[in-house]
């Protein structure tokens, strides 16, 4: 059924992973879902909910055994995601963007350096930021600037990252820079990790924005900040391979967010138009209504098989996961931002009010659209996808034209 995910038969889960969906719904059910609200208020780091998640271990799951983790398959993680994000972007996002900042300590630090550290990020009692973004480069990373040159044992770097998520509260720094005297482009990119108390690394205020609440953003300026080789994260050269890895978790988890979403926002509708009398019976009941009722619902399962297919492909390694995780992330997060809009008409002027949650869900639905390439951007790469596979393919078989009748010659 459209509005929840209990026994989908793309999202096959072991009995363990079963009692650990069953303890997060619960957790959404008592603690999560009542205090969406509230945590949504200011745009304060949560701590109340992030402390929430890392006792129940849900923050362990994106993180190995051997370091403190109870390393979730991709699948159960997209399952936890939805269900938290029916009801709080803000819990949601915690849980993903712990994955976002630590992952390349996990995929690129040398053995010391993630035993140092990984166990207090996977007990949620440390917090890292992922900084890759600057005020001149998004989804162009060509365009990075930040430098870092080399040095007698390590690097220096400078720069400015802008939109680093929970950078006010981060007690590490993942910065990806482009080597000062290596290849250009995306092959000199390399990753640090850059501990808070670095001398020359500042942040600024926390900047306002209109939704995600709760996990606010800064600016991170690195003012020739000197990192030692043993905080390189990987090989030189290697930050943007690092990056796509750290990216595919977080595409698959932008999409799940934007799914849990819009399953919450539909639920909230069709209840709410199931009570609201209008012209004599129930806003639900009338046929214009169930019919957008039916395209959202229609729509929502379509995005939930190709968000549960992508986390099948990353847990199988798949090759093609990458391009599974851009349709999934385009798809679902499109179609997220429009859903929330209908649901708030669904709900006449209360759909504008503080008061009901979807004035939230409409607020913080656009941000999936941006963070971790932009639909455009996913677009693009899909695209281009296209084009090569149906190149490799041989001709469609009723496509029986001589290759001038095409006008290549
Ligand atoms: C709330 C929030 C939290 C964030 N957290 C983090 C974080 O923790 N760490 C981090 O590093 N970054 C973070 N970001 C940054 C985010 O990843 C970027 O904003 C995003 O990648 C887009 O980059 P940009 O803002 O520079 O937009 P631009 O790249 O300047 O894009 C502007 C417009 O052009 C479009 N566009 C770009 N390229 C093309 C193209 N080739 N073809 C067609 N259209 C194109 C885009 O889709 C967009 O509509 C965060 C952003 C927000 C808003």
Request: aromatic share 4%; glycine share 10%.
């Amino acid at each position: 059924m459209p509005l929840s995910a209990e026994h989908h038969p793309l999202a096959p889960l072991d009995a363990a992973e079963n009692d650990m969906l069953a303890r997060v719904q619960a957790l959404v059910r008592d603690t999560i879902g009542p205090r969406a609200n509230a945590a949504n208020r200011n745009d304060e780091f949560a701590w109340d909910t992030f402390r929430t998640l890392a006792e129940s271990g849900v923050i362990a799951t994106a993180f190995p055994a051997a370091l403190g983790g109870t390393e979730a398959s991709m699948l159960l993680r997209v399952r936890i995601i939805e269900e938290i994000a029916r009801t709080c972007s803000t819990a949601a996002s915690l849980v993903t963007g712990t994955d976002l900042s630590s992952r390349p300590i996990v995929a690129g630090g040398s053995a010391e350096l993630r035993a140092q550290t990984v166990p207090l990020l996977a007990s949620g009692s440390k917090q890292s930021a992922f900084a890759l973004t600057e005020p001149g480069a998004g989804s162009d990373l060509a365009r990075l600037r930040t430098v870092a040159s080399r040095h007698p044992g390590g690097y220096r770097l400078i720069g400015v990252k802008k939109f680093i998520t929970r950078a006010n509260v981060a007690d590490m720094f993942v910065v990806v820079a482009s080597l000062a005297d290596g290849p250009g482009g995306s092959k000199g990119l390399t990753a640090f990790l850059v501990p808070r108390d670095a001398e020359g690394l500042g942040v600024s205020p926390v900047i306002p924005k209109l939704g995600w609440h709760g996990v606010p953003i800064a600016e991170v300026r690195l003012d020739d900040v000197f990192v030692p080789v043993s905080h390189r994260l990987g090989e030189e050269g290697q930050g943007m391979a690092l990056a796509q890895d750290t990216l595919v978790r977080a595409r698959i988890g932008h999409a799940a967010i934007a799914l849990g979403r819009m399953s919450g926002a539909l639920q909230i509708a069709a209840q709410y138009a199931g009570h609201r009398q209008v012209s004599g019976k129930a806003v639900g009941e009338h046929q214009g209504i169930q019919w957008m009722l039916a395209d959202m619902a229609a729509r929502i399962e379509a995005a939930r098989c190709l968000v549960y297919s992508s986390a099948q492909r990353y847990d199988r390694k798949d090759p093609e996961t990458s391009i599974h995780a851009s349709i999934a992330k385009m798809h679902s997060t499109d179609l997220c931002m429009r859903v929330v809009v209908d649901c708030a008409q669904l709900l006449g002027g209360n759909g504008y009010l503080n008061a009901y949650p979807i004035e939230r869900f409409l607020r913080d639905a656009k941000m999936n659209q941006i963070g971790e390439g932009t639909s455009e951007v996913h677009k693009n790469l899909i695209g281009r996808h296209v084009m090569k596979t149906a190149s490799a393919m041989p001709q469609h078989p009723c496509l029986d034209f001589e290759p001038d009748l095409f006008g290549a010659q």
